[in-house]
């Protein structure tokens, strides 16, 4: 089933609860190359996609991710991810992880993240998959063992964590997007 651009935009949601369904390596590097094929400043493209299918390491990222969040249990961020489960990567069978260099002018390489990551839910929506976008993945990186993780997952020298995309199957179907808030559009004729 593939979805049209738009209905993939206004369909896409934040999936927090995923079964344990692997997506298949053909749905997998569809993504990927959709990822790859993201617009970048200047066509620097200083990120790279680095797809994780191994639930073990997956595993190790999560707890220390946690251990890192928890090293402040009065976090609010911390506290709402404990709300919802403890889970940073919500059981996630598999997801891609985006590593970026820094860019000239200073914080541009964000931008391409942004991107990056926006091709990959989208291509994933339009393929049937579930995805969430997870800026926490940083704190899988924020610790002791961020050096292991990056080295483990071959980051590029002078790359850091950009963002992870989750992949997967929902739990449970039927999760829904946002609700539109039309007042943050503004005409200027």
């Known amino acids: 089933m593939i979805l049209d651009t738009l209905k993939a935009i206004h369909t896409r949601y934040s999936c927090r609860a995923f079964s344990d369904r692997m997506p298949s390596d053909e749905a997998l590097d569809a993504i990927a190359k959709a990822a790859a094929a993201s617009p970048s400043g200047v066509n620097r493209q200083l990120w790279r996609i680095v797809a994780v299918k191994n639930r073990v390491l997956i595993n190790e990222l999560e707890a220390e991710g946690m251990r890192n ?3 402040n249990p009065e976090s609010a961020v ?3 991810i404990m709300a919802r489960g403890g889970k940073l990567y919500y059981n ?9 260099a820094k860019a000239e002018p200073a914080g541009a390489e964000l931008f391409d993240c942004g991107i990056v990551s926006q091709n990959i839910a989208l291509a994933a929506t ?16 924020a610790g002791d063992k961020g050096a292991e993780f990056k080295e483990r997952l071959g980051f590029p020298e002078g790359y850091e964590i950009g963002i992870a995309v989750l992949l997967g199957y929902a739990e449970n179907a039927g999760g829904t997007p946002h609700e539109l808030d039309l007042s943050k559009i503004s005409w200027i004729d």
């Open 92 to 100: 996630a069978p598999c997801m891609i992880v985006v590593p970026i």
């Open 69 to 71: 969040m928890g090293a």
């Open 78 to 80: 911390y506290q709402r």
């Open 126 to 141: 339009s393929l049937g998959l579930d995805s969430l976008i997870c800026g926490l993945a940083a704190f899988s990186f």
